[in-house]
């Protein structure tokens, strides 16, 4: 896990920024063209997310692989500084961010009760950051009590939520995660993939695969990032 004592150069992430000039160039009636030729999806899967991407002036997908907190720092960072330049009331953020969560990173939509129940910190290398130990709950979800920067307290799951960012959970690697948990704790496997389809974090949603995310969202009008 990539420690949180540093936050990624502010340099690095505006010159990676030059991504969303892609959106701007767009023209305007691209987006609601072709949400005028969806079709209807299947009720399996939640998409009502679609919806309120579309909506939004300005919109961001991150792809994020890795099992560390550099995607939840880009998104941070492109939420306060598109607030700063075009503003935003309390209940609104003018950037809709969505964060896709696959490979690796799909264990950072478990609740607690998960990492601790199935030793996530330990299968996937995560440590505590307060006690150097393979962490038994999920550190994504909120701030360390030792956190004292701003952006290490507002750079997690809940908070970000709280702003309005979308995490999509890709199903497969949820899926790939309960069968490395199930041979870990000797549990038949369809009890541990139930337990980790019901237990994402609270504003976090399962789509059939990371790529489906991404290009869904792109479908919608999201430009696109790459977290190295």
């Known amino acids: 896990m990539t420690e949180d004592g540093a936050r990624p150069p502010r340099r690095e992430f505006l010159g990676k920024l030059g991504v969303l000039a892609v959106a701007a160039s767009l023209p305007t009636g691209v987006a609601h063209a072709q949400s005028s030729n969806t079709v209807a999806a299947s009720s399996t899967w939640d998409m009502s997310w679609v919806d309120r991407v579309t909506a939004a002036p300005y919109k961001v997908a991150i792809d994020t692989t890795k099992i560390e907190g550099d995607g939840l720092y880009t998104a941070l960072d492109i939420l306060d500084t598109f607030h700063e330049v075009y503003g935003g009331g309390s209940a609104s953020e003018p950037m809709q961010v969505v964060v896709v969560l696959r490979h690796f990173a799909a264990a950072m939509a478990q609740r607690d009760v998960m990492w601790e129940r199935y030793g996530i910190g330990e299968e996937r290398n995560v440590t505590d950051p307060d006690t150097r130990a393979p962490a038994k709950h999920n550190p994504f979800l909120r701030a ?22 979308i995490f999509l959970v890709c199903n497969r690697a949820t899926m790939s995660l309960a069968s490395s948990l199930a041979k870990r704790v000797n549990k ?21 695969n990371g790529i489906f995310g991404l290009v869904r969202a792109q479908n919608a009008g999201c430009a696109f990032f790459r977290q190295a």
């Open 188 to 208: 038949p496997l369809e009890e541990v993939k139930e337990d980790l389809r019901t237990n994402v974090v609270p504003g976090a949603i399962l789509v059939p």
């Open 144 to 165: 360390s009590p030792n956190a004292k920067e701003s952006w290490e307290l507002n750079s997690k799951i809940e908070p970000l939520v709280a702003r309005g960012v």
